[in-house]
C-alpha cells in the first residue's frame, strides 16, 4: 500500500491557551475515494483543520505529512507537488477572486504554473470542458469579471478549477454556505462528479448536516475542537449518538411542515452565557442536558457504539473503547479490499 | 390591520438603462402573523424591504407604490416624518446586522441611543431597566449589557440585533436573512427568540430569505420572488403541499431533505439577468410546462390579496 | 448609533449587476469620473504646460543674475518683470516650476520606491522581518524631517544641488509610505485569492506582482502624489532656509532670495506674488489629485456612479 496522500500524525492546534483543535490521528489514501465530511458550528476546530492540512497553519503539536514526509520541511520539488496534489474549495465564492482580473485568471494561473499545458488554445480547450462539466456555459462565464456572475457559478468555477487540475484530495471548505439554498445543489453535485467519475477523495467541511448526509460517506462531528463522533454519514446522522450530534440534528429546520423543530426536545439554557473552557472536562457539558457532575473533569475517550460510529460520551462507557488511530479504517479512508464504498 | 403593501416598483437607472429590481409586488401582512418572503439573491427581496423602510440609495428609487399601516401609507411620508416611524412603527433587521454593531460601544450604550434617538425621555434607570427587560426576551442575561460586540457569539450577537429592533415595540418587523451566516443550533434559538418577541408584541413580521425549510418551521404564510415579482403567494401550508407556479415547485423538489440519500435536485438554467429580462414570463425559459401564451404575455398575480395565488398561466387552464 | 443607521450601513447599496467596473479599466473610468482627480489633474497639467512651453520664450541664462535691468515692474520687455539681481522671473518661474518638480518627483519616486519594496518584503514574509521594520520605521517617524533635513544640508552645503537635495528628502520620505503600504499587504496577504495563488503554487514574487499589486495601485498612486508634494514642500522649506543650491532658480530659492533681499520693503509686490501663486497652483492641484486618488483607492468614498 504506498504512503496516503495525506496525514494527520497526532496533529493540533492551540493558539495561546485555546485548543482550537485536539490531536487527530487520520490518514487519507489514494485508493478509495471517499468524501469525509468535518461537521462542526464555528470554533469547532473545523477550519483549523483545512489551514493545518493546505499548510497555512502550523500544527502545535504532531506533524502533517504529505505521503509520508512532514509538509513544513519539503523541499522544493515535492513542495510544488503537494501544491499541485492538495487542492481547495474556499467558502466565500466573491473573495476567492482578485476582482482585478476576469474570472478566467483563476484557471489560467494553475495551468501555467503547473505547466499543465503547451499552447493558450490547448488552455482554452481544457478550460471550456472544465465549464461544461460543471454545467456552466463557457461563452457566459469565460472572459467575465467576478462580480458579474453569481455566486453559485463562481463557486461551481471554482470545482472547474479543481477538475481541470485534477488534485489527489480536495479540500472544500463550506462551498455552499454563501450560496442560495436553491443553488447548493447543482454546486454539491458538480462535487460529487468529481469524486465518483474522477476518483477525488474530498474532505468536505460544514455545519450543515442534510448536505453531508447526501454527499459523504463518512463524518467526523466536532466541538470546540474534539472529536465527538464519527463514523459511516448515514448511520451518525439519522442515528446521532452524541448529545451534541443529536442537537445538531434536530435543530435542521425541515421543510417537513409536520416534523417541528427539536422533535420536541427543547434548548437547554446553557446558550446564555459564552461557555468558558472547561477544566479538562467534557467541552460539551454546558449545554447537554445529560451532564453529570464527572464531566467537568473528565474527557472521555471514544467508545466503538457498534461497528459504524464511534462515540465520545460516557454515556456510551459500556461500549468498547476505541482507539483514536482506528479512525481512518472506520471511516474507510483508505484501500480496504473487502469494502466497498456506501453509493 | 396589519400592513397593506400595493404595486410597489423600484426601479435603478444605469447608464445601460433602467431595471426593475422590484416589479408590481403587492401583499398584506396582518398583526401578530408571520409572512415568509422566499427567492434568490437578486431577485428583490432586501430591495422591496429596504424600500418599505424608505433606505433605498441612489441610484434605486422607488417608483410606485404603497406601504399602508394604520391608515398611513409608509411610503408617502416625507424623510423627517419616516425617520419618526422606523424602529417605532416599522423596524428591519438587515442581513449581516451583527457586523453593524459598532464594535467599541457596549451594548447597552447602543440600545439607550436607539432609545434617545427616538425621544425616548426616560431616567436612566429606566432606560436600563427597559434594556434588561428586552434582553431577556431574547434569551440573554442582564450581563451581556456591560459587553462589547467582540466578547459575544455570533449567534448572541444577532439576538441583541433583534433586541435592538424590537426595542421600541414596532409593529411590523422585516428580519432580513437573520441567521444566515449561523449554525444551525444558534439559528433555532435566534428564531425562537423572534418569533416569541414577535407574538409578544402581536407585531406583523416579515422574514426574508432562501431556505425554504427555515420558513416551513416559522412563518405562517410564505410569498415567492423571482426575477423582481411576485411569483406566489398562500399559507405556508396550500404553497408547500400544493404549489401553483411551476418555480416554486422546483424550488420546493431541490430541497434536500434527511431521506432519499443521494438525490440532488437543482434547477436547470440559469436565472435572466434583470437587465434582459424576456418578455413575457421571466421563468418560462426554465419551465418543463411553458406554451405559447407564456413568451409574449406577462402573468399576473391576482389582486386579491388573500387566498392562494400564483402569476402564472397555467391557473386559466387548470 | 441607531439600529436603523446602522442598518442602512450594512444594506448593499446596489445589486450586483449594477455594481462599478473592477479591472483596470474600471479603475480608469472612475478617475476619469471623479471631480477633484480631474481637476488636479489640470492644474498640474496646466502648470507643466506653461513651464514647457514658456522655456521656448524664455532662455535659461535668463533665470540666472544680470540678464536683464534689475527691480523692473512687469511690463513689455518683461512680462513678469525682474528681481534686484537682474534675473527675469518670467525665465525664472519657468524654470524654477521644472526644477522644483524635478526634486519633488525624484524624491517622490525614490522615497516610494524604497518605502514600497520594504515594505512588501517585511509584511509578506511577516514575523521577525517584520517586527523589525516596524519598530524601526515608527522609531524613524518620530525624528522631525525638516530638522534632519537642515542638519543634512548644511553639512553637505558645498555640494548641493537639485538632484543632491532630491535624494537627501527621499532618506527621509519613505518612512510614510511604508508604513501606509504595510498595512494595505497585511491586510491583503490574508484575502482568499492570495490563499488561492499559493496553492497554485505561485512563488511570492509572483503573488506580490500579479495578486496584490494591482489592487493596490491607486492606493501606490496617492502615495506617489503624497509624497512629491511632501517632497516639495521639504524643499522649499529648505531652500527658504537658504540651504538649498544657491544657483539654481527653483521656486525655494526665488522665495529665500525674496525675502533676503527686502522685496517688501522695496514694494516689489510681482517678486512676492509669483511664486506663491505658482505654489497656490501646484499645491491645490497635488492636493486634489491626492483626495481623488484617496476616494478610488477607499471604496466606501467613492460616489455613487449615477
Not at chain 1, 514526509?69 to 513542495?79: G, M, S
Request: include cysteine; charge should be neutral; hydrophobic fraction near 45%.
Amino acid at each position: 500500500m504506498t504512503a496516503p496522500i495525506i496525514e494527520l500524525a497526532a496533529a493540533g492546534k492551540r493558539f495561546g491557551a485555546v485548543t482550537a483543535l485536539r490531536p487527530i490521528s487520520l490518514s487519507i489514501g489514494q485508493d478509495n475515494a471517499p468524501i469525509l465530511a468535518v461537521a462542526g458550528e464555528s470554533g469547532s476546530g473545523k477550519t483549523t483543520l483545512a489551514s493545518l492540512l493546505l499548510g497555512f497553519l502550523l500544527p502545535s503539536e504532531g506533524e502533517i505529512r504529505f505521503r509520508g514526509e512532514n509538509i513544513a520541511k519539503l523541499p522544493a520539488a515535492k513542495r510544488r507537488s503537494f501544491r499541485r496534489e492538495v487542492q481547495a474549495v474556499f467558502q466565500d465564492p466573491f473573495a476567492a477572486y482578485n476582482p482585478f482580473y476576469r474570472v478566467d485568471h483563476v484557471l489560467t494561473e494553475p495551468l501555467h504554473l503547473f505547466g499543465l499545458v503547451r499552447s493558450r488554445h490547448r488552455a482554452r480547450e481544457m478550460m471550456e470542458a472544465a465549464c461544461e462539466r460543471v454545467g456552466l456555459h463557457p461563452q457566459d462565464t469565460l472572459g467575465r469579471f467576478p462580480h458579474e456572475l453569481s455566486g453559485g457559478q463562481r463557486q461551481r468555477l471554482m470545482v472547474a478549477r479543481a477538475l481541470l487540475l485534477h488534485p489527489k484530495l480536495l479540500i472544500a471548505d463550506e462551498p455552499v454556505s454563501m450560496i442560495d439554498a436553491s443553488l447548493r445543489a447543482i454546486v454539491l453535485s458538480s462535487l460529487r462528479t468529481l469524486n465518483t467519475e474522477f476518483g477525488i477523495p474530498i474532505l468536505y467541511i460544514t455545519h450543515d448536516l442534510t448536505t453531508a448526509y447526501h454527499v459523504a460517506n463518512a463524518i467526523i462531528v466536532l466541538y470546540r475542537g474534539t472529536i465527538v463522533e464519527a463514523g459511516d454519514a448515514e448511520s451518525v446522522i439519522l442515528n446521532p449518538q452524541h448529545p451534541y450530534t443529536q442537537l445538531l440534528v434536530d435543530s435542521i429546520p425541515s421543510p417537513d411542515l409536520d416534523t417541528p423543530w427539536g422533535n420536541g426536545r427543547p434548548l437547554s439554557d446553557g446558550f446564555s452565557a459564552p461557555t468558558a473552557e472547561s477544566a479538562g472536562g467534557c467541552p460539551f457539558i454546558a449545554r447537554c442536558p445529560h451532564a453529570m457532575p464527572r464531566c467537568a473533569t473528565q474527557l472521555p475517550p471514544l467508545y466503538a457504539q457498534n461497528s459504524r460510529q464511534a462515540v465520545r460520551c460516557v454515556l456510551h462507557e459500556d461500549a468498547p473503547r476505541f482507539e483514536e488511530d482506528g479512525l481512518s479504517d472506520l471511516l474507510h479512508l483508505n484501500a480496504s479490499p473487502s469494502k466497498e464504498i456506501p453509493q | 390591520m396589519g400592513l397593506e403593501v400595493r404595486d410597489l416598483i423600484v426601479t435603478y437607472r444605469t447608464p445601460g438603462g433602467a431595471i426593475r429590481a422590484v416589479d408590481s409586488v403587492s401583499f398584506d401582512v396582518a398583526q401578530g402573523e408571520r409572512l415568509g418572503l422566499v427567492g434568490e439573491s437578486g431577485s428583490g427581496k432586501t430591495t422591496t424591504a429596504l424600500a418599505l423602510m424608505q433606505m433605498l440609495r441612489a441610484p434605486g428609487r422607488c417608483e410606485n407604490g404603497t406601504a399602508v399601516i394604520d391608515g398611513t401609507d409608509l411610503l408617502a411620508l416625507p424623510p423627517a416624518q419616516m425617520r419618526g416611524h422606523r424602529l417605532r412603527t416599522i423596524s428591519y433587521i438587515p442581513q449581516g446586522a451583527m457586523n453593524s454593531l459598532n464594535p467599541v460601544h457596549t451594548v447597552e450604550r447602543q440600545m439607550r441611543s436607539v432609545l434617545l434617538d427616538h425621544g425616548v425621555a426616560s431616567p436612566r434607570a429606566e432606560l436600563h431597566r427597559r434594556c434588561i427587560a428586552v434582553l431577556a426576551g431574547v434569551g440573554l442575561a442582564a450581563d451581556v449589557l456591560r459587553r462589547y460586540p467582540h466578547e459575544l457569539s455570533g449567534g448572541m450577537k444577532q439576538r441583541v440585533c433583534v433586541a435592538i429592533g424590537m426595542l421600541l415595540g414596532p409593529k411590523i418587523i422585516i428580519a432580513d436573512e437573520p441567521t444566515s451566516a449561523l449554525d444551525v443550533i444558534s439559528q433555532r434559538l435566534v428564531m425562537e427568540t423572534l418569533g416569541r418577541e414577535q407574538q409578544r408584541n402581536n407585531a406583523a413580521l416579515v422574514l426574508i430569505g432562501h431556505d425554504i425549510g427555515l420558513m416551513a418551521q416559522f412563518v405562517h404564510r410564505l410569498a415567492v420572488m423571482y426575477a423582481g415579482r411576485l411569483v406566489e403567494i398562500g399559507t405556508i401550508r396550500e404553497v408547500l403541499t400544493r404549489p401553483r407556479h411551476p418555480y416554486t415547485r422546483a424550488l420546493i423538489a431541490s430541497i434536500p431533505r434527511l431521506r432519499d440519500r443521494g438525490m440532488l435536485g437543482g434547477i436547470p438554467g440559469v436565472t435572466p439577468s434583470l437587465r434582459q429580462l424576456p418578455p413575457g414570463c421571466a421563468f418560462h425559459h426554465r419551465c418543463a410546462a411553458r406554451f405559447e401564451r407564456c413568451l409574449h404575455d406577462k402573468p399576473l398575480l391576482d389582486a386579491d390579496p388573500g387566498g392562494h395565488h400564483a402569476a402564472c398561466h397555467l391557473r386559466d387552464a387548470a | 448609533m441607531s439600529a436603523s443607521a446602522s442598518a442602512a450601513a450594512a444594506a448593499p447599496a446596489v445589486p450586483a449587476s449594477v455594481a462599478p467596473r473592477a479591472g483596470a479599466r474600471g479603475v480608469l473610468r472612475a478617475l476619469r469620473r471623479n471631480p477633484s482627480f480631474m481637476v488636479g489633474l489640470t492644474l498640474i497639467a496646466l502648470l507643466i504646460a506653461f513651464a514647457v512651453i514658456g522655456r521656448f520664450f524664455a532662455g535659461w541664462n535668463d533665470a540666472f543674475p544680470l540678464s536683464a535691468p534689475p527691480s523692473m515692474p512687469p511690463d513689455g520687455d518683461w512680462i513678469f518683470g525682474t528681481d534686484a539681481d537682474g534675473r527675469d522671473l518670467f525665465a525664472v518661474i519657468v524654470y524654477g516650476t521644472l526644477l522644483t518638480l524635478k526634486i519633488g518627483v525624484i524624491a517622490g519616486c525614490l522615497g516610494l520606491g524604497i518605502g514600497t519594496t520594504l515594505a512588501f518584503v517585511a509584511a509578506y514574509h511577516g514575523g521577525w522581518l517584520d517586527a523589525v521594520m516596524r519598530i524601526t520605521v515608527d522609531v524613524l517617524l518620530t525624528i522631525p524631517t525638516l530638522l534632519v533635513l537642515v542638519v543634512i544640508a548644511s553639512v553637505i552645503h558645498r555640494s548641493v544641488n537639485t538632484t543632491t537635495i532630491g535624494i537627501i528628502i527621499a532618506l527621509l520620505a519613505w518612512r510614510e509610505p511604508a508604513r501606509q503600504i504595510r498595512s494595505q499587504v497585511l491586510v491583503l496577504r490574508e484575502a482568499q485569492y492570495v490563499k488561492l495563488a499559493i496553492l497554485n503554487g505561485a512563488s511570492s514574487l509572483r503573488i506580490i506582482f500579479l495578486e496584490m499589486m494591482p489592487n493596490l495601485l491607486p492606493f501606490l498612486g496617492a502615495n506617489l502624489v503624497v509624497a512629491i508634494s511632501q517632497a516639495v514642500l521639504a524643499s522649499i522649506g529648505l531652500e527658504a532656509l537658504g540651504l538649498g543650491a544657491p544657483s539654481e532658480p527653483t521656486l525655494g530659492q526665488t522665495i529665500y532670495w525674496m525675502m533676503n533681499e527686502s522685496a517688501f520693503m522695496l514694494g516689489m509686490w510681482w517678486w512676492i506674488i509669483e511664486p506663491i501663486v505658482i505654489l497656490i497652483i501646484l499645491f491645490v492641484g497635488l492636493f486634489l489629485l491626492t483626495t481623488g486618488l484617496d476616494e478610488i483607492a477607499n471604496p466606501r468614498l467613492r460616489r455613487m456612479e449615477a
